[in-house]
């Protein structure tokens, strides 16, 4: 049995073309499959472009690489045109291939009906749900029973701590054997400390002790599930921040969490970028849906470190 060849100049036609759909279409129809959203993610124009032009060369560098190739190449070519494979698929391409090029250049120059493109809004409102708008950080404010049963922890010496530091926080007792209260160096914690060593504790110097444990559980969930993206200094510049399309938000900015109400960032982060509406692009943003991973009380307690390390306040919602 004989080996089968296929001839040259098919074999270079069918490679561009096959280049050019797997591009095209196959990794767009791909891609829908792999991320489960409703529409293709599209390969950019100038990427197919280049694509197809290293298929060129290619293909260019294959039928010049010998006399032989260039011969199987053309070939063919020279035998379509002298119409050894019929006038009439000789004529046929004659008037076709001018058509599809007039067709092409025709169909990129004039002028097309379309829909305005859609805006990206990077704090997009038009799904958020209306019941977010009045919540307030539960944390930021604790309840009368809340403090107190903060404040007979402190006197009995047993702080209980998000299981998350709770680690760290027996191994500070086991090496210093003292209250690890005394690891948030802040000035309300100190003076709660002085006040409790006294036995004379304010209910509101306690309160102001336990926001203060609050802030530093916050930041230790900040550290360990935020600060990766949104860095040390809450800028957006963490350690993967280069890695994305779209930039982690500088919480630094005047734009960014100042203008937005708190119920608002806590729906925002427990939705990431999959909750977003279209005009968010949720391709862009590389946020998970943290309520997947954290509690509402995680969630909040970040939310608290957030703003406080930006040294912002969240924007007072309009009934208000």
Known sequence: ????????????????????????????????????????????????FFYMVLTLVAMFMLVTFSDRNIDEFMGPVWRFMRGDFGKAPRLAALVAIPLLVGWQVYDAKQPKVELPSSLRIQHPSSNFPKQFEEMKNPFASPTDDEVQAFLEQAESGEVEFIEQVQGDVDVWIDEFDENPLVAIATAPMQKFLADLEAGNVSPETAKAALVEKNLFEGRALYAMN??????????????????????????TDNGTIETIVEGYTFWRVANGGP???????????AMPEWKLNLTEEQRWKIIMAEYDMAEKTPRIPESH
């Open 275 to 285: 909750g977003l509406p279209t005009e968010a692009t949720p391709w862009d943003s």
């Open 226 to 251: 935020c600060r990766p993206c949104h860095g040390d200094s809450v800028a957006g510049d963490g350690p993967m921040a280069d890695g994305f399309k779209l930039r982690p938000i500088n919480f």
């Open 1 to 48: 049995m004989g080996k089968f060849n296929i001839p040259r100049t098919l074999a270079v036609l069918f490679t561009i073309a096959a280049v050019y759909g797997l591009v095209k279409w196959a990794i767009p129809a791909a891609s829908r499959e792999i991320t489960a959203l409703p529409f293709p993610l599209p390969v950019p124009g100038t990427l197919v």
